[in-house]
């Protein structure tokens, strides 16, 4: 079975300093991984998405991730943080071998002015 | 295009009761799940339907949830007998063809308060 793990519960960044979100997974086949933001009092919206190819992938407001599998990560990053990024970031895998999808506990991304 | 919506947007209930869920997930998309987000626990995988499928059960947490989905598009997520830890936002999500890896679509979510 898949699983994920997001090892902070909350990550608090400068703005304007790079941030990182990490995740790590584990599938018993090849992962397909996903990354969600939530704002407050908003729903769960699509950031990024490796399934195959370049192990950096970019998606929305800026944020990347680069997907490791020899560590088994995915881990969110951003060069230069806004206060705007402020919210819920969940990752997410599903196996290559399966449709369901897993996420992680989630990780409050706090950005100071 | 229209998102994926939820019914009711709150429900209040009281301890004992049932209480049943509503998803209209995206125009043909094929695989619609449920999840539970409560306080600090993240989002909780509950079931999972494709097609014509069987659906996955797997995450349901007590024989008292159940779900079914009617047509191969709405879903109704059911619990009996409601308890205080149910209490929770119930999330439903979307996404497109089956055997393409294609992110999820997210509804608003009810949120379910237990007395």
């Known amino acids: 079975a898949q699983s994920v793990a997001q090892p902070e519960d909350q990550v608090n960044v400068a703005e304007g300093n790079p941030l990182t979100v990490k995740c790590t997974y584990s599938?018993?086949?090849?992962?397909?991984l996903f990354w969600y933001v939530q704002y407050p009092n908003r729903g769960l919206q699509f950031l990024l998405k490796?399934?195959?190819?370049?192990?950096l992938v970019k998606g929305s407001y800026g944020f990347e991730a680069e997907f490791n599998k020899s560590q088994t990560s995915f881990h969110l990053k951003k060069p230069s943080a806004l206060v705007s990024d402020s919210a819920l970031y969940f990752c997410?895998?599903?196996?290559?071998?399966?449709?369901?999808?897993?996420f992680g506990k989630g990780t409050r991304l706090h950005i100071l002015p | 295009g229209a998102g994926v919506s939820q019914s009711p947007s709150n429900k209040v209930t009281e301890k004992g009761k049932d209480v049943e869920l509503r998803c209209d997930p995206i125009?043909?998309?094929?695989?619609l799940y449920w999840y539970r987000q409560s306080l600090g626990q993240g989002l909780e995988f509950l079931i999972y339907?494709?097609?014509?499928?069987?659906?996955?059960k797997s995450g349901l947490p007590s024989d008292r949830f159940s779900a079914e989905r009617t047509g191969g598009s709405v879903s109704t997520l059911t619990i009996q007998r409601t308890q205080q830890e149910d209490s929770a936002v119930y999330l439903c999500?979307?996404?497109?063809?089956?055997?393409?890896?294609?992110?999820?679509?997210f509804g608003p979510g009810t949120r379910l308060t237990v007395l």
């Open positions: 999500a979307s996404s497109g063809l089956a055997g393409v890896v294609f992110e999820q679509f």
């Open positions: 599938v018993s086949g090849n992962p397909y």
């Open positions: 490796y399934i195959t190819g370049d192990n």
């Open positions: 997410a895998v599903r196996d290559n071998r399966d449709d369901k999808i897993i």
């Open positions: 125009s043909g998309h094929t695989a």
């Open positions: 339907f494709q097609g014509n499928s069987a659906p996955d």
